[in-house]
């Protein structure tokens, strides 16, 4: 089986306060040598052509975004971050996707990035952002947490707190953006917590 390497380092603007944290880009972003990105994709985080999260970003900040395979598309999602005073990195730095497939459940043999010297390196993120409910919260726990979780629960979202390095991080655990995720959670019901999320951050 090829080994998938993450193909992208860690966005954070100087001014980032948050950090966005996802999973593993697909597989055709992946692969040393055998990238083959369709037109409509983008070459950066959350790129793919079926992934909703920059269409959803866009819908709820009005900032209108570039939806093809080109620099200025990356160049407009890097500067929307920093707008929003956030970064953006994935948890796992390389894996198999088995049989090619995306969702995270194919990803076998996962390595993860080193996100505790990352915040290191970054002292000013106070609050870490899951895109992924489950995943990126048990990599980062199992790896990365010093005390584990406390819950306090919010309308539409979950807010946690976790210690890393000995530091408590604010956590905000939104709804995936995958198209895997709309089986299980409706595009209203999904917009309306990510409106609720990074309204409050412009």
């Not at 994709?41 to 395979?69: C, H, Q």
């Not at 970054?122 to 899951?130: F, G, K, R, T, W």
Request: glycine share 4%; charged share 25%.
């Amino acid at each position: 089986m090829i080994r998938s390497i993450h193909p992208y380092e860690p966005y954070i603007p100087e001014n980032a306060t948050k950090l966005i944290i996802g999973t593993m880009p697909p597989f055709r972003f992946c692969v040393s040598g055998k990238r083959s990105l369709f037109a409509n994709d983008v070459d950066f985080y959350y790129g793919s052509k079926d992934n909703a999260f920059w269409k959803l970003l866009s819908e709820v900040t009005g900032v209108t975004l570039d939806f093809v395979n080109s620099p200025d598309a990356v160049n407009q999602r890097k500067q929307l971050l920093m707008n929003l005073h956030m970064g953006i990195t994935d948890i796992v730095g390389s894996c198999i996707h088995h049989n090619g497939k995306a969702d995270d459940t194919s990803l076998l043999a996962i390595e993860v990035k080193p996100l505790d010297k990352l915040l290191l390196d970054h002292p000013n993120i106070q609050e870490l952002v899951y895109t992924n409910r489950g995943e990126v919260k048990k990599y980062i726990n199992l790896f990365f947490a010093d005390k584990g979780y406390h819950n306090r629960a919010r309308e539409n979202e979950t807010k946690e707190s976790v210690f890393i390095n000995g530091k408590k991080y604010a956590v905000t655990q939104l709804y995936s953006p995958s198209p895997n995720a709309l089986r299980s959670v409706s595009t209203e019901k999904r917009l309306q917590q990510y409106k609720s999320f990074f309204q409050d951050t412009l």
